[in-house]
């Protein structure tokens, strides 16, 4: 299968490419393709949100977005095949593997295809924590029609897998919300220097809270800590 | 000439029964312990730390251990049929799971315990959804085992009863659950 044959297949039947995919001889040969269009995908799509800030913002956005696609799923595949062993549905490794690589290269994709509606709104100059929320909208806009490939893609065991769907969606967003906060800043602040990451501090949900006091105008402050095993020790 | 019985034959209750092998209900203990861990790591006091950590083992075993047997009491007391070994095997299970899932959540949790200040709250909300799961899985399980035991007369007061016994027990267990969570938690 070509590289635009599975681009397509990517797009109109991911769970057929998982099946497809989930033998050793043809994950060889389709490996370095699903990584390519999962990295080149989120790498476009860094670089319009890079362009909000522009400089040096912009390839640095254009090589966090694709970590922040993998990191999060490399480490919700573990919960997802428990999960699922717990409704009694064994899933081999490779399967979970398969599966995943495919909803990231899903993903990667639908990103790059939403970059140029992004790209108008941003070249318009908004707020700036109207436009870290219009990111965060962005990425769940692109992000489940990806992930929902994991889950279509391992064997339904009626009412328990939906249940084990539903909590594996949950830590994969809670995952992906986490590692954006971390791999910060995607959108400069106007006034801030630009850098390839901030420290580590607070997180994602306190983060979100201010963002959104301060798009409808309150203000009320933010005093952040680090916290974690790898916070500043002082 | 008559054969002699030396031996009793083999219950049929008791065949085909496998309860899970150590090496499961130690891997779900490990799943337990090892995200009990992972959560204390980011902690920002050595007191805060030290009384996670095990938490995630003791409150799911210790709940069980300690309300498993009045199960098995009231369930001889209310006459039902099925095989003691079979409810230890219904119980057994859920824990084998509940743990593997505990054991596949460890990278989620770690990420979070090296990041922020989460992780102590997630991995009390993933307790509680576990545990939750894990006692429906072993009403599940007692109930079935119930069915499968026994003629078919009387089946229907026999679930019945099974059923109450299962989801009065569920309750306790929940509630001794959470008792020795918020013990460890200095509440």
């Known amino acids: 299968m070509d590289f635009f044959s599975l681009l397509a297949g990517v797009l109109r039947d991911p769970v057929g490419v998982v099946e497809a995919t989930d033998d050793s001889a043809v ?87 939403a970059g140029p509606a992004l790209w108008l709104v941003f070249s318009l100059q908004p707020d700036y924590h109207f436009s870290v929320l219009l990111l965060a909208s962005s990425l769940v806009v692109v992000g489940l029609p990806g992930l929902t490939v994991l889950m279509r893609a391992l064997p339904s065991n009626g009412a328990r897998t939906v249940l084990a769907a539903g909590a594996s969606l949950v830590v994969l967003g ?25 420290p580590i501090e ?29 916070r500043n020790r002082r | 000439m008559e054969q002699v019985i030396t031996e009793a034959p083999p219950s049929a209750a008791f065949e085909g029964l496998e309860l899970p092998t150590p090496l499961e209900m130690g891997r779900a203990a490990l799943g337990f312990a090892a995200l009990g861990l992972c959560a204390s790591l980011g902690s920002d006091s050595l007191a805060s730390a030290s009384q996670t950590a095990p938490s995630g083992l003791i409150v799911q075993a210790g709940a069980m251990l300690l309300t498993g047997p009045a199960l098995l009491v009231g369930h001889q007391f209310l006459g039902l049929e099925a095989s003691v070994p079979s409810l230890v095997d219904a119980m057994a299970r859920a824990f084998v799971r509940t743990g593997t899932v505990a054991l596949g959540l460890v990278p989620a949790v770690l990420f979070f315990s090296a990041t922020s200040g989460l992780a102590p709250v997630l991995f009390g909300l993933a307790m509680f959804g576990m545990g939750l799961n ?17 003629a078919e007369s009387g089946r229907t007061l026999r ?3 099974m059923q109450l016994l299962a989801v009065g027990w569920a309750v306790l267990t929940g509630l001794i659950g959470l008792r020795i969570a918020f013990h460890l938690g200095g509440v």
């Open chain 1, 27 to 113: 994950l060889q040969q389709r490996l370095p393709q699903l990584l390519g269009m999962a990295a080149a995908g989120a790498a476009l799509f860094g670089i319009v949100v890079g362009s909000y800030r522009g400089g040096l913002q912009v390839p640095y956005a254009a090589l966090k977005m694709p970590l922040l696609l993998w990191i999060p799923v490399m480490l919700t595949l573990p919960a997802t095949r428990a999960l699922w062993a717990a409704t009694g549905q064994e899933v081999s490794w490779r399967r979970t593997a398969v599966a995943g690589l495919v909803a990231m290269a899903r993903m990667g994709v639908l990103a790059a295809a």
């Open chain 1, 174 to 198: 809670l995952c992906t919300a986490q590692t954006g906060w971390l791999l910060r800043p995607f959108i400069a602040r106007p006034t801030a220097e630009v850098a390839l990451f901030r």
């Open chain 1, 202 to 230: 607070e997180d994602i949900f306190s983060s979100l809270n201010a963002t959104t006091h301060s798009a409808v105008g309150d203000y009320q402050g933010w005093d952040a800590e680090s916290k974690g095993l790898l």
């Open chain 2, 134 to 150: 894990g006692l429906f899985d072993a009403i599940r399980g007692m109930g079935q085992a119930e069915r499968e035991a026994g």
């Open chain 2, 159 to 161: 679930d019945a009863k």
